[in-house]
């Protein structure tokens, strides 16, 4: 088994296993587009076949929760592209200090989406449970309102198991940064991790105006 | 090929951008309470994607070192989103051609 | 034919890849690609013997117009399985997770891919889509059709969708990885002096493929997972019942599923390219045009998807936007055929079996391409849409052209994955054989399209009994041209005469290392200095404009 730092047998030179796993990294970001951008198309097509009932049901998600998760993601990826700069600058003690930031902020936002989970599971929100809108909807209106909220738990839910492989990515990069094994020379495993982090928040960055600010004005 | 050479981004320029998503992230939900459709039919979601797009661009740019990145990494990139532009234009054509007569 | 200069008894290397470790252990858990190959030429032939009987079945049940063997039920079934197994555990792995696997690295210089244990994992990853479809196969098969139409496979099917395509989402991830590993090893592990135009041909391919399996298949694999979704939570992406779109299915199904056909094409395009300036002894005719035409046909292939939803429901507008781009996309593909063509134009050519697939390729490639543009044309599109031209026109490109690539592939590098020369003479019928049986199964299915057969129906009126008979004795006589192949390939393995680094020869590096390679594929790092297809220099081969060229080793002579 390899150590983290160590030259694996495949590779000439350290630099070309660096610039391998950064290219890596990149292009399996690139099929994480096209992943998460079947959903966005489902999306687009729904929502243009039933604009109404997607504004209805978008405003029955908490604006404010979804807003503050925003910011706390976003807080998050600073904290994240900081700790890339710790390791960069050979700061091995700020390292573990903003993973741990991070990882706070990321379980934030798990914990505040776990409270919006709930909330639709109380008001009866949640497909394939028993599924009903507001009272006295018609069926149509239910169906359609159904179709937001699939979209609404598929987008989320995809997008939230990314956020705990994130995680767990994160806790492991802090192990590895405890025993001290990122200098300037050797962070590529954070500086990818970093880069996973930063899709997965700009992935967020277009959930959160397609789901949640659809019509807030009416 | 190395990716930023020895380009170290400073915290300072991380702080900037971070401020400037933030005042984005308000904009954006403070735009959808106004009503934008009035003045053009879909502003309001042509506003939110823009938005979100100058703070997609700002992370990959910035936090993600695109913008000191190889070529290499901006192809990637950019072959990414056309490709999802591909799908979703293509696929929203028909959609939108549907009800053209056909002469 | 030129002199022949019998070549010197060789024997096998002492250490190779193939002796390096011993037991079950060092091949499930090895990192190896050439091994990684071998467990991926154990599945895929697995796939495609299931495959095989699924259409042997299908064959003999239409040998009679109103269906000889199976219930209508069952004979969807058969059809679909044959289609989920062939294409998605066969065809799309079979090239480069075998040929490519095993071949990449050696012929770009290095000593491994990028990313070993991402590689076998890819392979673990397969086996397990694998398992769950065959899973879904014993509990109730599929009779879906392989493109999973909804709301059938989403709703109303009662046969087993989820599995099946839960099965196929995760296969999905199995190309994605090998994808990013072939596109981020030829961008960084080429040996010094191996520049973009030196790479072979087959890299070009390779690396167009990997392109698609990096921007397709995660499509498909979140439309699959939504199917999935909707039947086992009764949602309504798809289901108009519940306001959902089936044309929305088609688009996000057609968007992977139009470019994977370019993943079964392309690699086997990049065996012809190896092939060909080998057997003409010859260099080939307009590199940079057939690398070009490689990428362009993965670029543009993205944008046709919809031809395949002509008749479903999209606006005619898009029809004629997908038709017009369609034949764009057959452009590419033409310049390939003309460039090969000229390379064998006074080339030195014998017709040894790899040349024999190659050749056949040609001409089969050529027909079922040019039938896809009969297929592309709106008008005549109306009237051949689900009939059986379709089906010859595809099985043209993917039998004709992509398995005869796969097999003429194998027969050419055997020598260098096994150290051992199959039976030439024995190749040689098979390949004939296969050829006659192959066109005698499809050739006749064209007729039956243009007279109205439909496809996917488990009988048909009596005027089309002939041609069916005629089809299926086709089948038959299909079926001892792979079944030989498996015999004599398990036979030379360990009868087989030795063959020495490069029996044909053939100019590339892979040719340059021991027969079978060493774990490590090259003993130093090769430093690359010469253009590739240099037939006409390369005396050290036998090959230079003064020198006889040698003639290519036989296994029976």
Request: hydrophobic share 50%; net charge neutral.
């Amino acid at each position: 088994m390899h150590r983290t730092g160590e030259l694996y047998g495949q590779f000439q030179t350290l630099e070309q296993q660096k610039a391998s796993a950064t290219l890596g990294m990149w292009i399996f970001l690139a099929t994480e587009i096209l992943f998460f951008g079947g959903l966005f198309l489902t999306y687009t097509i729904n929502r243009q076949a039933y604009p109404d009932v997607f504004a209805d049901a978008s405003k029955t998600l908490s604006l404010p929760l979804g807003t503050i998760n925003t910011l706390v993601l976003i807080a998050s990826s600073l904290t994240m592209a900081m700790a890339v700069w710790s390791a960069e600058v050979g700061k091995k003690k700020l390292i573990p200090l903003f993973l741990v930031l991070t990882l706070i902020l990321g379980s934030i936002f798990l914990f505040i989406k776990g409270i919006e989970y709930h909330d639709k599971y109380v008001e009866h929100h949640i497909p394939g449970l028993p599924f009903q809108f507001e009272p006295g909807s018609s069926v149509a209106t239910n169906a359609h309102a159904e179709l937001f909220f699939s979209l609404y738990f598929g987008m989320t839910g995809l997008h939230a198991m990314h956020m705990v492989v994130g995680v767990g990515l994160l806790i492991w990069l802090l192990r590895q940064s405890l025993k001290g094994r990122f200098t300037p020379d050797y962070n590529t495993p954070i500086e990818n991790v970093g880069l996973y982090w930063h899709f997965v928040d700009i992935v967020w960055i277009y959930l959160y105006p397609l789901l949640y600010l659809i019509d807030r004005h009416k | 090929m190395s990716e930023h050479a020895e380009h170290v981004v400073s915290p300072k320029i991380y702080l900037l951008i971070f401020a400037a998503l933030m005042v984005l992230t308000v904009t954006t939900a403070w735009a959808a309470t106004v009503d934008l459709n009035a003045y053009f039919m879909g502003l309001n979601i042509i506003v939110a994607l823009v938005i979100a797009t100058c703070k997609a661009s700002l992370v990959v740019l910035f936090f993600m070192h695109a913008y000191y990145s190889a070529k290499r990494t901006k192809l990637i990139i950019i072959c990414g989103v056309f490709w999802l532009a591909i799908m979703l234009f293509l696929t929203m054509g028909d959609y939108a051609t549907r009800s053209w007569e056909v002469h | 034919m030129a002199t022949t200069t019998t070549a010197p008894a060789y024997t096998m290397p002492r250490d190779h890849y193939l002796n390096s470790s011993y037991g079950i252990r060092s091949w499930l858990l090895t990192t190896d690609h050439k091994r990684i190959a071998w467990l991926y030429l154990a599945g895929v032939t697995f796939f495609f013997t299931l495959g095989g009987i699924f259409a042997a079945m299908i064959r003999i049940h239409l040998l009679v117009p109103n269906g000889l063997l199976v219930s209508p039920e069952t004979y969807n079934k058969l059809f679909t399985m044959h289609g989920v197994a062939m294409i998605f555990f066969f065809l799309i792995p079979s090239i480069p997770a075998v040929l490519g696997n095993f071949l990449i690295p050696l012929m770009i210089g290095a000593k491994d891919v990028a990313f070993p244990k991402l590689n076998l994992l890819s392979w673990y990853v397969y086996i397990t889509g694998g398992c769950f479809v065959l899973y879904a196969f014993a509990t109730g098969g599929l009779d879906t059709g392989w493109t999973f139409y909804t709301p059938l496979s989403s709703v109303y099917s009662n046969s087993a969708v989820a599995p099946a395509v839960i099965g196929i989402f995760i296969n999905g991830f199995s190309s994605i990885l090998t994808g990013i590993n072939f596109a981020v090893t030829i961008h960084t592990m080429r040996a010094p002096g191996m520049t973009w135009f030196r790479l072979p041909l087959f890299i070009w391919a390779h690396y167009a493929t990997s392109i698609i399996f990096i921007l397709g298949t995660p499509v498909i694999a979140i439309t699959l997972l939504l199917v999935a979704l909707e039947r086992v939570f009764h949602l309504g992406f798809f289901n108009p019942a519940l306001g959902g779109d089936p044309i929305l299915f088609q688009h996000l199904f057609w968007f992977y599923s139009h470019p994977a056909v370019y993943i079964m094409i392309l690699p086997a395009m990049g065996v012809i390219s190896e092939i060909i300036p080998t057997f003409a002894r010859k260099p080939i005719f307009g590199y940079t045009f057939i690398a070009a035409s490689s990428i362009s046909i993965a670029v543009i292939g993205f944008f046709v998807w919809a031809h395949h939803m002509f008749l479903t429901g999209e606006s005619t507008y898009a029809a004629l936007a997908f038709s017009l781009l369609s034949y764009l996309v057959a452009i590419p593909s033409a310049v390939k055929v003309f460039n090969w063509t000229a390379t064998l134009y006074k080339g030195s050519i014998s017709y040894d079996t790899p040349m024999l697939y190659a050749l056949g390729f040609i001409g089969l490639f050529l027909i079922g391409g040019l039938t896809g543009l009969f297929l592309a044309c709106l008008g005549l599109d109306i009237n051949i849409h689900d009939t059986y031209f379709v089906i010859a026109h595809f099985h043209y490109i993917m039998v004709g052209g992509a398995i005869m690539g796969y097999l003429g592939g194998l027969h050419f590098w055997w020598p260098k994955i096994t150290g051992k020369l199959y039976p030439e003479f024995l190749a040689r019928v098979a390949a004939i054989t296969l050829f006659v049986g192959f066109n005698l199964t499809f050739g006749p299915q064209f007729l039956l399209g243009l007279m109205g057969m439909p496809r996917r129906y488990h009988n048909y009126p009596p005027e089309f009994q002939v041609l069916n008979v005629l089809s299926t004795a086709g089948a038959s006589i299909l079926a001892i041209g792979y079944l030989l192949p498996m015999v004599y390939f398990t036979w030379s393995v360990r009868y087989g005469k030795v063959a020495g680094p490069n029996p044909w020869p053939a100019t590339g590096l892979e040719w340059s290392t021991d027969s079978p390679p060493p774990a490590e594929n090259f003993d130093v790092t090769p430093v690359v200095d010469w253009e590739p297809y240099d037939y006409k220099n390369r005396a050290d081969l036998g090959l230079g404009t003064s020198v006889a060229p040698l003639a290519p080793a036989h296994g029976d002579d």
